[in-house]
C-alpha cells in the first residue's frame, strides 16, 4: 500500500449521483475510479423518459453528463464490476475489485452492434424492464458509456456467429473474472435504489394481469427509445389505452410490508407520467391517480401539481385502493377503493400504473458488511441531520437515494457534496494523480472554402414525433456548402459523437451544425466533440427545434418542419461565416466569498476552508446562525444549539475564514475566477476584497401571516414561536389547534413551503410528550413528511395527535368570541362543522424569500423565480449552479428545506466552487470583442460604453485605437453596435454573421409565400 | 385583397438575448406552452448587440414583423445595462420607421426573463395578432406591385 495520503476516490454507483461526484472530483484535480455493477452508467435515470417539473426530455439531459464522465481523461469506469474487500483508513485506503467479464474484450470493441443484430437468441431487455426482447450479446441502451457490448451467458447458446461476425476480433468467449485492487484516498457511495417489488403487493395482480405494469415499466412504454418507440399501448393486445389509472404508495407508507417511509418522488413522478401519457396519447385519454397525501413538496412542485388538475385534466381520488381484479375477457382492470364519501366503488381501467417505491439495492448488506458501514432500519445508509453525507465510516461518504428515498436535484446536490468531503480529505494530493487532457493540433482552415456537415437530432420523439426530421436532413444537403447532413435518434449520445469526430474526417468538415436541442445546454459537449477532431471549438452552430420548436408546436408537425427548415438554413448561413477563435486563459484567486452567514453559509465557509481555501464570510445580522438560531430541537432528536454552537466556534477559529458581522456585500463586480467585492462593514467603511467565487447563502424568512387572527390574538402565533416557548418551559396547553398552510399553496404563493408539515409534527410529539393529554389538532391539505419522516407522523398519529384534512373550499376560520378562541372547520368524515375552543392556534407560516434576494439577484445577476427565490442554473442536474459562471447557491436562498438538505447543498456549492478555485488558470469564453485597428478612428464611444471597462485606447503607428482587455470582456457586442465605423465586433456574432442570418431566415419563407 | 388578407400568415424575426429573453423562450418549450409557428429567432449574447441595422435588415428582407426581447429593466441585464441601450435603440428606430412608410408597432421591444416561459409564448400570441390585422409588410407589398 502506498504511503501517506493518496489523491484518487473510488466512487460506487454510475447513476447521476455517482457521476456528478465523479465529474467534480475529476475537474477539480483528483482521479476518479467509479465502479458500477452493470455493463454501463447512467443508473435509473437513464431509463425515465422524463422529469418534473420542467418535463425536460430525461436522456437529453443526462447523456452530456455521461459523455463527459465516459471521456474525462480523469474517470475510469470499472463497469461490469462489484468491490470485494476494503482495507486501510481514511486518505489511504485498498479496495479490491471484481471485474465480471463480458466476454467481449472492452479495448477491443467500439461499439458497432453487428454481433447483436446477428445474434440468434431473444433474450429478455432488462432497460425495457422486459417489455421487449434482446439478443444475448447487447449493450443496454444506445446511448450507453461505455459503449461495449456485453454477452449475457445465460441465454448465450454458444453459437458463436457473433465471433464470426465482429470485425475487431472482439469477441472472447472464454475471458474470465478478474480482480484489480485500487488505491485511493476516500469513498463515495451511490449505489442507489431499487424499485420496490410489485409482485409482493399481491391484491393488486401485478405479474399475473398484463395490464398492470410498474411506474419504472410505465417510464419505458413513455419512451421514444422504449419498446413501442413512445407510443401507449397496453402489454396485453397492444390497444392504445383510454383510461389509466396510477396507484400511489405501491411499497411505501405500508406497515404491513414494513417500508413505513415516504419514498419521496412517486407523487411527483406519477403526475408527470400522467402528463407525458395525456400528451403522448392521440386521443381522448383519462388519467386518475389514487393517492393517500400528493407529496409536491419540492421547488414549484405544487405549481405543476396544480396545472395537472386545470390544463391536463388529471382526475385526484384521495383512497387507498384494496384491490385489483381483472376482467379476463378484455384484460381490463377492476379497481376496487373506498371513495372519498366513505361508500365502496369499483372502477374500470384498461391500465393500471403502481408507483412503486424505492428501496436500498439487495445485495447492500453485503456492500455495507465489506466496507464496515451501518445501515438504518430501513436497510439505507445510516446518516445524521448535521452529517448527511457521512457514513458510520470516516472517509466513506454517501449520496443519493441509497441514504434515503430522493428525487435527481436532491441526489446531485449530495453528489457534488460528497464529493466536496471527499477533496477535503485529500486536498493536499489535489492535482497529484491526474493527466491533463491533450488535444489534436487545431486544423487551418482559414484558406479553405466551408464544408458544412449537418447533425440533425430526432430527440427521441422529442423532435422527430412532430418536425419531419428526414425531410429536414434532404433540404440541409441542399443548402450552399453543406457538404454532408444526417439524423441521428439522439445527436448528443456518446456513439453520436464519435460519429461526428469520423464524419469531420471523412468529409474533410470544416464547420459543425446540429440541430437539435438549445444551445444553453448543449453547445459545451458539441464544441468538446469538435475540438477533438482537431477543429477550432468556435466553428460549430446549434439550431434549436426542439425547446423553440417542435415543443411548442406539438399540433402543427407541417409548419414545425418548415419552421425547422428555416432555423437550420439560417444557422447554416451563419456556419459558412464562423471564425475560428482563441480560449483567453485567466488567472484565478483561490478565494471564495460566501453571503450569509447561518448554517448554509457557514458549512459552505467551512467546507472551502477545509480544501485549504480562504473565505471571507458575510453576515448581515451581529451573530453567526441565521434561522438555526429558532430552531431548539428536532424529529430525529438531535440537539440544534450545540451543532450552532459547534459550527460557530469552527468557522470563528478557522484561520482561513474572515467573518464580517453586521456587513452587507454591496457591489460585486469582475467575472469567474477575478471577482473584486465592496463589502459594508459595521462600523460604516467599506472593504473591498478579491475572490474568485460568490455562494449565495442568504436563507429565507418565516411569513408573517395575516389571517386567522394572527397578530391581534396572542393565543394565535407560529410554528417558531410556538417552538421557542416550549423549548424555555413557557408553553402550557390542554387544547392546541393547527392550521397548515398559512400563506403558502394558495394564489399569491402557489408553491409548498417543505418543512411545515415536519415542523407541525415535531411540536405536536413535543406537547403530547410533555403533556399526554393535551388535545392537538392539525388541519391539513396534505400532510407532506416525505422520506423518513414519514415515521414520525405515523408516531403522533399513534400517540393521538388528530390529523384533519381541509381544502381550499372550505378553510377553517379562527374567531374571537368574546374572548373565546374558537377555530370552525369542515370534518370530511362526519361530514359535519366541527367547532373547537383551543387555548391555542397554532399556524403553519410559510417560509417565504428573503426580502433582501432581489437586491443580491440584481448585484450579482442572476435570476430568481416567480416566487421570489433564487433560479439555479437547471433544475434537475445543476442545483447549486447558477448559469453565471462562478456564481454558487445553496440553502433556503433557493428554497424552503430542512437543516440537513440545507448542508448537503453547502457542500455542493463549495465542492462546486473548489472546480473553480483548485485551477491556477481558468480558460475562458473566446467570445470576446476585437478591434480592426485599420477602421477604427479612434472615437472612443466603445470605451465609454462598455459597462466592463473592457475597451483601452493605444496608440498604433501614431494613431490612438481601441483595444479590447479580454480577461475583462463579457461578451456582449455592446460596443460593436455602437461603433461608427463598425471596426469593433463581437466574435461568433459578429455584423456579418447575424445580417446572413437574418437575410436567410427570411430569404426561403419569401420564396414560399409565391 | 380581402381573402389573401385572411389567410396571411405573418413572418417575425425574434432577436433574442441569451440570457432572459432565450432562456424564457426556452422554457415556454420545457413547459410545452403552445404558440403560433411564425418566429424565427436569431440568438445574440445581450440585447445591448442588436444593431438598429438588423432589424432594417429583416424589414428590407420581407419580415412582418420583428421582436427585440431583453432582461427586465432596470437590472437584471446579465451585462449590466445592455437592456437600456436597447431600449434607446429601438425607441429611436420606431420614430425613424414611421419615415419610411413602415407601422413603429411592427417592430416590438419587450423584457422577458429567464422564467417566464407563458410571457414569451404571450408575447408572439399577441404579437401575430397584432401583424395579422396590420396586414403584409409594406415593403414586401411595394415590392410586388412592381
Redesign the interface.
Known sequence: MAEGKVGAVLVVGGGVAGIQAALDLADSGFKVYMVDQSPSIGGVMAQLDKTFP???CSMCILAPKLVAAGRHPNISLITNSEVLGLSGEAGNFEVKIRKRSRYINEEKCNGCGLCAQKCPVEAIDTYNKGLTDRSAVYVEFPQAVPLRFKIDREKCIGCRTCQEVCKANAVEYDQKDSEIVLNVGAIILAPGFEPFDARLKSEYGYGRYANVVTSIEFERILSASGPYGGIVLRPSDGEIPRKIAFIQCVGSRDAQLGNNYCSAACCMYSIKEAIIAK?HVPTKLDCTIFYMDIRAYGKEFDAYYKRAQEEYGIRFVRSRVASITEDPATGNLLVHYVGEDETPRIEEFDMVVLSTGMQSPKDVEKLAKTLGIKLNKYRFCETKTFTPLETSKPGVYVCGAFSSPKDIPESVAQASGAAAKAMAIIAPERGKLIAVKEYPAERDVSQEEPRIGVFICHCGINIGGIVRVPEVVEYAKKLPNVVYAEDNLYTCSDDTQKRIKEKIKEYNLNRVVVASC???THEPLFRETVREAGLNPYLFEMA?I????S??????PD??T??AK??VR?VVAKARLLKPLKNPTVKVTPVGLVIGGGVSGMTAALELANQGFEVHLVEREKELGGHLRKIYYLLEGEDPQKHLERLVKAVMENRLIHVYLGAEVVEVSGFVGNFKSKIRLSSGEEKEVEHGVVIVATGAVEYKPKEYLYGEDPRVMTQHELEEKIAKGEFKAKKVVMIQCVGARNEERPNCARICCGQAIKNALKIKEQNPDADVYVLYKDVRSYGFKEEYYREAAAKGVIFINYSDERKPKVTNDGGKLKVAFYEPVLKQEVQLEPDYVILSAATIPNPDNKRIA?ML?V????DGFF?EAHMKLRPVDF??DGVFLCGMAHSPKFIDESISQACAAAARAATILSKKVLEMEG?VASVDEDLCSGCRICEF?C??GAIEMKERDGKIVAHVIEALC?????C???CPTKAIT?GH?T?EE??A???A???E??VAAK | MRESQKDFEP?I?GFLC???A??G?????????????NI???????S????P??IL??LK???DGVLVAGCHLP????????NF?ALR?VTLLKRVLKDFGIEPERVRLEWV????GDKF?AVVRDMVEQIKKLGPNPL?VMEEKK
Open positions: 420542467t418535463n425536460d400528451e438549445t444551445p444553453r434549436n426542439r425547446d423553440q420548436c415543443w411548442v408546436h406539438m399540433h402543427e409548419e414545425a418548415e419552421k428555416d432555423l439560417s440584481e445577476k435570476p430568481l423565480t416567480k433560479l448559469q453565471t467570445i460604453l459597462p466592463y463579457k461578451g456582449c457586442g455592446v460593436g453596435t455602437a463581437l456574432f455584423t447575424i445580417l442570418q437574418v437575410r431566415v427570411l430569404q419563407m419569401e | 413572418k424575426v441569451n440570457w432572459c432565450y432562456a423562450a426556452d422554457l415556454a418549450g420545457v413547459s410545452r406552452i403552445q404558440y403560433p409557428p424565427r429567432v436569431i440568438r445574440v449574447m445581450c445591448g448587440r442588436i444593431d441595422a438588423f435588415e429583416a428582407n420581407g419580415a437590472s437584471d441585464c446579465h451585462y449590466l445595462s445592455g441601450k435603440r426573463s429567464a422564467s417566464e409564448a414586401k
